[in-house]
C-alpha cells in the first residue's frame, strides 16, 4: 500500500464536492450552535472537533489507491459484521437500542460504518461477478449481494435500529437496481410495495372494532409500532407518539419565508423539540433561517448528490462506478427520510441529517464516504 497524491490527480479533484460537503458542515456547526445554546452543553465545539479528524480521515482515504481499498473489502466488510455481534455482549444500551460501545467519555455506533462496509462489499461483488454475455441479473445470480446485504441488516435490526436497517436497505437496493436486474424482478419490488401499503392499511387504517387482526403489527416493538400510527394520525396523541412530529412541524412552519433569526427560534429556545441537535436539528434550521434557506440546504445536498454520481459515471472500473452510486445513495436516502419525518410526511426513524446533526461516529462515517468519492475521481485516468 503507497499512500500519494501524484501531480496528474489534481485536475480530477471534484473541488465542486468538497466545496458543497465543506458548506454543508459550516451551516451545520452554526446550526449547532444555536440547537445547542446555553445552559445546554456547546455540542457545536465538539463537533467542530470532529470535522477536523474527520478532514484528517478524507485526506488519508485520498491518498490510498483505491484497488487497495477494493481488495481490502472483504476485511472491511467481515469486521463491520464482527462489531455488529460483539454489541450482544458489550454494548451500551441507549433509547431503546443496544447500538453503542463507550470507552470513558468516548462512544461510537457502529451500524454507522456498516453502511460503508456494505457499499464496498456490493461494489466488489458487482465488480468480481461481472459476466459481458449476461448484463441483467436473474433471480439465482443475486444471492451474493442478497446475502451482503441480509447479515448486517438483521443485525441492526434486532438492536433494535429500524431507522439505519432502512438507510441499509434502501441504498443498497438502489445498489443493486443500478446492477441490472430482470424485469420480473422489478415487477415483484413493485408488488411488494404495494404490499406493503396494504399491510399498512390493514393494520393501521382499516376500520374494523379492536383488538384488529393484524398482519406485523404484533411483531413490532410498541415505539416503533407508535410511530407508525402517530404518522398516519398525527392528531391523536399529540402528548405521546405524536409529540415529536407535532413540535417539529410547528418549528418548521413558524420559520416562514425568512425565519426568526439565528437564536431566536422559539421552539428551539424553550426546548419542545426533541432530539433537537441530532435527529431533528432540520427543525432548528426551518424555524430559524426559514423557507428560503432551507432551499439553500437542499441546493447544496443537491449538488452532493450530482457530483457524487458525476464521479460514479466518470469512474475507471465497475468497482468505483458502484461505490460512488452506493455512496450517493446511502446519502440521498438519509437526507429524505430525515428532511420528510421532520415535516411529517415520513414516520420518525430516528436518522440524523448527514453533515448536520451532531455526532462524531456520523460525521466520519459520512466524510469517509466523501473521501472514496474524491479518491475515485482522482484516479479516473491512472490505470
Excluded at 446555553?38 to 485526506?59: D, E, I, K, N
Excluded at 456494505?118 to 459476466?131: G, I, P, R, S, T
Aim: glycine share 10%; charged share 15%; net charge positive.
Amino acid at each position: 500500500m503507497q499512500l500519494r497524491i501524484e501531480r496528474r490527480m489534481v485536475p480530477h479533484i471534484p473541488w465542486g464536492l468538497i466545496i458543497s460537503v465543506l458548506a454543508v458542515c459550516g451551516l451545520g456547526i452554526w446550526n449547532l450552535a444555536s440547537a445547542s445554546r446555553p445552559p445546554h452543553s456547546p455540542v457545536w465545539g465538539s463537533q467542530t472537533l470532529y470535522l477536523g479528524v474527520s478532514m484528517l480521515a478524507v485526506l488519508v482515504v485520498c491518498l490510498v489507491d483505491y484497488r487497495w481499498i477494493q481488495r481490502m473489502a472483504v476485511p472491511i466488510y467481515v469486521g463491520n459484521i464482527v462489531l455488529l455481534i460483539a454489541l450482544r455482549f458489550f454494548g451500551h444500551t441507549a433509547k431503546g437500542a443496544e447500538s453503542w460501545f463507550v470507552i470513558g467519555p468516548f462512544r461510537m455506533q457502529p451500524a454507522e460504518f456498516v453502511k460503508i462496509g456494505v457499499v464496498l462489499m456490493l461494489a466488489k461483488v458487482y465488480h468480481d461477478d461481472f459476466q459481458p454475455n449476461e448484463p441483467s441479473y436473474s433471480l439465482t445470480r443475486l444471492w451474493k449481494p442478497v446475502l451482503v446485504v441480509l447479515v448486517p441488516f438483521t443485525l441492526v435490526l434486532v438492536q433494535p435500529d429500524l431507522g439505519t436497517a432502512l438507510m441499509i436497505g434502501l441504498s443498497s437496493l438502489t445498489v443493486i437496481l443500478f446492477g441490472k436486474v430482470r424485469w420480473y424482478l422489478v415487477a415483484t419490488l413493485v408488488a411488494g410495495v404495494l404490499a406493503a401499503g396494504i399491510v399498512i392499511w390493514n393494520d393501521y387504517i382499516r376500520d374494523v372494532p379492536e383488538p384488529r387482526p393484524t398482519i406485523v403489527r404484533h411483531y413490532l416493538k410498541k415505539h416503533q409500532s407508535q410511530r407508525i400510527s402517530g404518522w398516519l394520525d398525527p392528531e391523536a396523541d399529540l402528548r405521546g407518539s405524536g409529540y415529536h412530529a407535532a413540535q417539529s412541524k410547528i418549528a418548521v412552519g413558524s420559520g416562514g419565508v425568512s425565519g426568526k433569526g439565528w437564536r431566536e427560534g422559539t421552539q428551539t429556545g424553550l426546548r419542545f423539540l426533541p432530539e433537537q441537535h441530532t435527529d431533528f436539528i432540520f427543525s432548528v434550521w426551518a424555524e430559524e433561517h426559514g423557507f428560503v434557506m432551507c432551499l439553500v440546504l437542499l441546493v447544496l445536498y443537491g449538488a452532493i448528490f450530482i457530483f457524487g454520481l458525476g464521479v460514479g459515471f466518470n469512474a475507471r472500473d465497475r468497482f468505483g462506478a458502484f461505490v460512488a452510486v452506493g455512496v450517493v445513495a446511502m446519502l440521498f436516502w438519509q437526507v429524505f427520510e430525515n428532511i420528510g419525518m421532520v415535516i411529517g410526511l415520513l414516520p420518525v426513524t430516528g436518522i440524523t441529517l448527514p453533515l448536520m446533526s451532531y455526532g462524531g461516529s456520523s460525521l466520519l462515517s459520512v466524510m469517509l464516504c466523501i473521501g472514496l468519492l474524491v479518491n475515485i475521481s482522482m484516479r479516473r485516468h491512472m490505470f
